[in-house]
């Protein structure tokens, strides 16, 4: 058990609809992340939160956004759906926002788009 | 771009250690070596991860070559339930951010 996590484990949504993807990190660590995981496919970076703050973006399209509150728990939201948003999303999260902090990663919510 | 290369698979037998071999030529000089495992659908796993010694932990130890531009992951008595796909990453810095880049990985088949 990493100590990250998600929830849902399972979405199933129609296209053109809206989602809401939730992460609690670890206990103390004030860095999250988010990846996406296609089928057969590696790990895309999202985005990074630490401590509130928008540290860095990845490949996120326009649709999605996402935030993180004084609690330190994330929210991913994905909207205007597409069939090919269905995916694995991870959140990881990680003590510092440094290289020798390694992330620690949930189980992940499957989306999936019909 | 990834910035590592692994074979694709590997196949190691039960009660051996699994030794899995991961290039990285362009790694620069404060750039860490991390070892993520995946089992099946699940999170991605830490296993180790180092810069320039070798380094051991409950679960493997990661041999770094004295020019840092490969590594070995080694799992010193594998079992089934270490069969995953071994991700090799350099965590590389990105617009100030130190993010970690996924390759494809190895498939390492632990078989009775």
């Known amino acids: 058990d990493s100590g990250v996590t998600q929830t849902p484990k399972h979405l199933i949504t129609a296209t053109g609809q809206r989602v809401t993807l939730r992460c609690s990190p670890r206990?103390?660590?004030?860095?999250v992340y988010w990846y996406q995981q296609s089928l057969d496919q590696g790990l895309q970076f999202l985005i990074h939160?630490?401590?509130?703050?928008?540290?860095a973006k990845g490949n996120i399209l326009e649709r999605f956004s996402a935030q993180q509150f004084p609690d330190l728990h994330s929210e991913l939201n994905l909207s205007s759906l597409e069939l090919g948003d269905s995916a694995l999303y991870f959140c990881a999260s990680s003590g510092a926002a440094s290289y020798n902090s390694p992330l620690h990663f949930g189980n992940g919510t499957r989306l999936t788009v019909t | 771009d990834a910035k590592t290369t692994q074979p694709p698979s590997m196949d190691c037998a039960e009660g051996r250690a699994a030794n899995l071999p991961c290039n990285h030529s362009t790694i620069s000089g404060n750039e860490y070596v991390y070892w993520y495992r995946q089992i099946h659908s699940q999170g991605p796993q830490y296993i180790i991860h180092?810069?320039?010694?070798?380094e051991t932990n409950e679960m493997a130890s990661l041999i770094i070559t004295e020019d840092r531009k490969s590594s070995t992951l080694i799992l010193p008595h594998a079992t089934l339930r270490d069969t995953a796909v071994y991700y090799c990453i350099v965590r590389a810095i990105m617009d100030s951010n130190y993010q970690l880049i996924w390759g494809a990985g190895t498939k390492l088949i632990i078989k009775p």
């Open positions: 206990s103390g660590d004030l860095s």
């Open positions: 180092g810069l320039k010694n070798n």
């Open positions: 939160y630490y401590n509130g703050e928008e540290r």
